[in-house]
């Protein structure tokens, strides 16, 4: 497990932990426990935490995200790397067209390669 999986367990516990803390401030100020200023700068700094710990689960997603894409892009390169060499001398060339179009697009202008990119 990544730590960055760890992480999201981690940012999901007290997530969930804040949603109980919620329950019982609200709780305590319909029983008449709490006071009503009280209660609102309650209910304002779990809220604040809240806010706080939603925005560090969406960066915390979108760097998994990029890892797992960052590493399909690198088993993608690797694969291309091992059977491009036996793929572009090939005396079949619809089979090397074929492999090419799934894995490469070469940009041309005026006779000119201008972008090869790796898909």
């Not at 793929?87 to 000119?112: A, F, G, Q």
Request: proline share 1%.
């Amino acid at each position: 497990m990544s730590t960055l999986t760890r992480t999201l367990g981690i940012i999901d516990r007290e997530m969930s932990a804040i949603e109980k803390s919620l329950v019982r401030a609200d709780a305590a100020f319909v029983n008449g426990q709490m006071t009503d200023s009280r209660y609102q700068n309650q209910i304002a700094r779990i809220n604040e935490r809240a806010v706080e710990l939603a925005q560090q689960r969406a960066r915390t997603v979108d760097q998994l995200t990029d890892e797992a894409e960052h590493a399909e892009q690198t088993a993608r390169f690797t694969d291309v790397r091992q059977h491009g060499l036996v793929m572009l001398p090939s005396k079949d060339v619809l089979t090397t067209n074929s492999w090419l179009r799934r894995y490469i697009r070469i940009y041309c202008s005026d006779n000119k390669i201008e972008a090869i990119v790796l898909l």
